[in-house]
């Protein structure tokens, strides 16, 4: 999977940070039960001889159901990527399929509004701090910042 960052300038080198509360070494569990928290946070920035660093771009990369219809009563698990990010009053999701609703709900359960994605992507201007995007039958938190 590639995510590309296009708020990173062309032709500069980039750093990444990667961080996943699900990565541990040698876990005690009483009940024989392992859970996961299915996300990656991301943030990137650019840098180039003679020049500051930018500022950090960020993303959480959540793994959700992928909504197969292959035509049968048999049940696939299989997951696909959703990448969440939230800027200036803006929600943006890609990885999304072409025609998908995507709701957002309030911390407290009200409905905001909806989308529809286009080209994999869709975007929605929120004024909450914490907005809930509806994709499916999964849900993504999405703190603002």
Do not use: C
Not at 39 to 62: F, P, R, W
Not at 112 to 127: H, I, K, P, Q, R
Request: no cysteine; net charge negative; aromatic share 8%.
């Amino acid at each position: 999977m590639i995510i590309r960052f296009t708020s990173v300038p062309f032709k500069r080198d980039t750093s990444d940070t990667i961080t996943d509360t699900d990565i541990t070494s040698d876990a005690l569990s009483e009940n024989g039960e392992v859970s996961f928290s299915a996300a990656y946070h991301i943030s990137v920035y650019a840098t180039a001889d003679g020049y500051n660093a930018s500022d950090k771009a960020e993303a959480t990369l959540y793994w959700i159901n992928a909504n197969l219809d292959n035509g049968t009563n048999i049940n696939q698990v299989r997951t696909r990527g959703v990448v969440a990010s939230a800027h200036d009053g803006i929600i943006s999701l890609s990885g999304l399929d072409d025609g998908e609703v995507v709701k957002f709900f309030a911390a407290d359960g009200k409905y905001l509004g909806s989308t529809v994605a286009a080209n994999g992507a869709a975007s929605y201007a929120v004024s909450e701090s914490l907005v809930i995007a509806k994709v499916g039958k999964d849900s993504i938190k999405i703190a603002m910042k």
